[in-house]
């Protein structure tokens, strides 16, 4: 099986801050990659798929980039609703496997 | 617009079955496959399986043994059954539709495995 890998896995940073969040993939997956969101409440949304592309209804300051074995989620400038939680999927090789997910907080 | 939810026991004792239903709605269930995927208490999620709209499975062969997937179309249910569960399967239960990526997840069920 792929093991994703995620870092940091606490972020704490400000409203209006730019952040990143990294994600690894033990061998490449061709740019097959899904960022989800997680709230406090358990509900999961997802917000990117395939590197870098915006599900339906996520806002613009989330983007997402990378290849090979190598990822990222950046988010432009922080809004109150983006502290949560965030994993990465990879779906080149099944079985489909998750990182261990990123906490982001209020610094 | 689809929906999906997730039931079943809230607690279930060692050693014995644990069995799930997802109820979707807003999509069929033979053109759609659904996947359940788990989360043990602060900890990531993991995939447990798959049923495809053709009606096979797949497996996480970590937990393959012990684990089924089935459906009943004409009531639009996928049905999970995981026998000699441990206090490790403790965990939240959710299942969603495989689209690129999950693209719609029911709310998740808690399920303890204690005595």
């Known amino acids: 099986d792929i093991q994703m890998t995620q870092s940091p896995s606490s972020l704490p940073a400000s409203l209006g801050e730019r952040v990143t969040i990294s994600c690894r993939a033990s061998q490449g997956i061709s740019n097959n990659l899904n960022w989800y969101q997680q709230k406090p409440d358990g509900t999961i949304k997802p917000l990117i798929y395939?590197?870098?592309n915006l599900q339906s209804g996520v806002p613009s300051r989330f983007s997402g980039s990378g290849s090979g074995t190598d990822y990222s989620l950046t988010i432009s400038s922080l809004e109150p609703e983006d502290f949560a939680m965030y994993y990465c999927q990879q779906d080149a090789s099944f079985p489909p496997t998750f990182g261990g997910g990123t906490k982001l907080e209020l610094k | 617009q689809v929906q999906l939810k997730e039931s079943g026991p809230g607690l279930v004792q060692p050693s014995q079955t644990l069995s799930l239903t997802c109820t979707v709605s807003g999509l069929s269930l033979t053109s759609n496959s659904v996947s359940w995927i788990r989360q043990p208490p602060g900890k990531g999620l993991e995939w447990m399986g798959v049923i495809w709209s053709n009606g096979g499975t797949d497996y996480n062969s970590a937990i393959k043994s012990r684990l089924s997937i089935s459906r009943d179309t004409s009531k639009s249910q996928v049905f999970l059954k995981m026998n000699s569960l441990q206090t490790e399967d403790t965990a939240m239960y959710f299942c969603?539709?495989?689209?690129?990526?999950?693209?719609?997840w029911g709310q998740g069920v808690m399920v303890t495995v204690s005595s």
């Open positions: 969603a539709r495989n689209g690129e990526p999950f693209d719609y």
């Open positions: 395939y590197t870098s």
